[in-house]
Every structure is written in C-alpha cells, then in structure tokens.
Nanobody, 119 residues
Framework: QVRVVESGGGLVQTGGSLRLSCAAS????????MGWYRQAPGKQRELVAG?????????ADSVKGRFTISRDIAKNSMTLHLQMNSLKPEDTAAYYC???????????WGQGTQVTVSS
C-alpha cells in the first residue's frame, strides 16, 4: 500500500525559512514524477516545484531562487524535500506532495501540511 506523508509546515515570519519533507513508501514498480503543490484559500492548487520523469527540476516562477527541491530514493521508498527560504506572506498555503507511480501513472497525494507566513 502506498503512503505519502508530509511534514515540516508551520508558522514563520516574512523572510524566514522552512523545510518540508515528504515520505512515500510502498513503491513497487517505480516513480514517474514527484512534486510539491500548494493551495491557498479560494485559489486553485498549483505546482510549486517538481522532478520530471527524466530527473529534471521545474519551479513556479514565483518561487525560483527561493525554493529548492531535493530527493532521496531508496528501493521501495522516497523522500522529497522542499527548502523554502525568503518566505513571503503570499507563500501561505497548504502544501501537498504528489508522486506519480509506474506502471499506471497513478497519482498519490499526501494529506498536506500548512505553511503560514506572517507579515
């Protein structure tokens, strides 16, 4: 059974930093893609940062130069991190981890972790 669990959210002041982690387990066939998404109240969920199938990274324009995504992949598990620096109030949102697994390209989401940046 695949499990995806995020951690590391919290309350931080403008300009501060947070590090989010996502632990995915129960992976049998392989990972197609993985990434961090966020959803602010009243807004659509958006991609923040991710790894493509080929291992390339992509970032939302709003976080480039401030956020860094990294990963550790083991045999049947994966840990995804998001280092967030120079946080702004507009970064406030629920952050979600998503993994897309082979062979059926099914998406698995975590439960989310709240990030709140105070001004």
């Amino acid at each position: 059974q695949v499990r995806v669990v995020e951690s590391g959210g919290g309350l931080v002041q403008t300009g501060g930093s947070l590090r989010l982690s996502c632990a995915a387990s129960g992976i049998i066939f392989g990972i197609n893609a993985m990434g961090w998404y966020r959803q602010a109240p009243g807004k659509q969920r958006e991609l923040v940062a991710g790894f493509t199938t080929g291992g390339n990274t992509n970032y939302a324009d709003s976080v480039k130069g401030r956020f860094t995504i990294s990963r550790d992949i083991a045999k049947n598990s994966m840990t995804l991190h998001l280092q967030m620096n120079s946080l702004k109030p507009e970064d406030t949102a629920a952050y979600y981890c998503k993994v897309t697994l082979s062979p059926f390209m099914r998406d698995y989401w975590g439960q989310g972790t709240q990030v709140t940046v105070s001004s």
